[in-house]
């Protein structure tokens, strides 16, 4: 071995350096138990029931205003039209209150198509004012001639809920023509001016002469305050006038402006009892076979009672919203 080599060996190795001791673990908190609250009692699960279904019942209302019946609108707008279309095809459109056989126009079925282009209208005109008619779309007042007839007419529409075909009509400017079209014909109308409750109204018709007349609630959507009158007239020949039954006198009082539609309230009572029931019937599951088992097959009857509930709710609230 060589000089270098016992240099090398013997040259001292570094002392190991000692490893820093770890931290002691915190000590583990114990598991927090939860609190154990009494089961309720069949009446505070009723009370809690009946608090939800209320919620429910709320928002189910809001949703078919808000929402749905704007959906429910166009559906029924497309089977108007269709229905409407073919019967003027056939040559048996209405064109007084009775149909092609002389029977007695019910409440709903398709009269005229409203087409006011500068507003976006463009609507299949129903038989009938009531809350339930007008959730089609607008409807043609009983007691007056139908649109293009010798006479005044009076055509209702909604402001909001249910399309709210009518919610522009008071920005429509005197000189302004729109069309509708009956089983007469089509005729044009001028509008002669827009006017609200107390406001002077247009001279009388003269002899021979057809004017229309359109009304909507005033006032924000879905608070109407008051009604708003379109006055318009032809700008041609008035068409022969049709038979009418029903007169001023006999009109309905749902029928005429911001009514409510009272004469189903026997559905609303048959429809409330539904719920109720369905909710004692829930608490009882609840307490037999638990809230599991009671969501599954509870939750889809007290939602279908629900909506069954606010379309009669509906049907109370004035018929021109």
Known sequence: MTLQDDRVDATPTPPT??????????????????????PLSPVQVFIRGSLVSIALLILVFLGNVLLF??????????????????????????????????????????VAILSIPQLGIDEVVAEGTTSGVLMKGPGHR???????????????????????????IQTLQ??????VR????????????VRYAGDPTPPAPVRGESRLILMAARGAPYLPSGVVYVDAKTTGAAQATGARQTTSMS?????????????????????L??????????????????????????APVLLLASVF??????????NLL
């Not at 007691?143 to 522009?168: C, E, K, N």
Request: proline share 10%; aromatic share 10%.
């Open 309 to 318: 509930v606010s379309q009669q709710l509906i049907l109370l609230l004035p």
């Open 251 to 271: 009109l309905p009082a749902e029928a005429k402006a911001m009514a409510t539609d009272k004469t189903t309230v026997w559905a609303l009572v048959f429809a």
């Open 142 to 168: 009983r007691d007056t001639v139908l649109p293009g007839q010798a006479g005044v007419s009076v055509l209702m529409g909604r402001t909001a809920a249910f399309g709210g075909p009518f919610g522009r």
């Open 273 to 298: 009892q539904f719920l109720v029931i369905a909710e004692f019937v829930a608490v009882w599951a609840y307490r037999r076979v638990g809230w599991q088992k009671t969501w599954i097959v509870f």
């Open 69 to 110: 019946s704007h959906i429910s609108h166009f559906a029924a707008q497309q089977q108007l039209r269709d229905t409407f279309r073919a019967q003027l095809e056939a040559g048996t459109a209405p064109v007084s209150e009775g149909d092609f056989e002389d029977n007695l126009l019910k409440d709903g079925v398709p």
């Open 17 to 38: 350096q000692a490893m820093p001791p770890r931290p002691p673990k915190p000590p583990r908190r114990p598991p927090r138990r939860r609190p154990e609250y009494a």
């Open 182 to 193: 009956t089983g007469q014909g089509e005729q044009t109308f001028e509008v002669l001016g």
């Open 174 to 179: 005197p000189g302004e023509q729109f069309t």
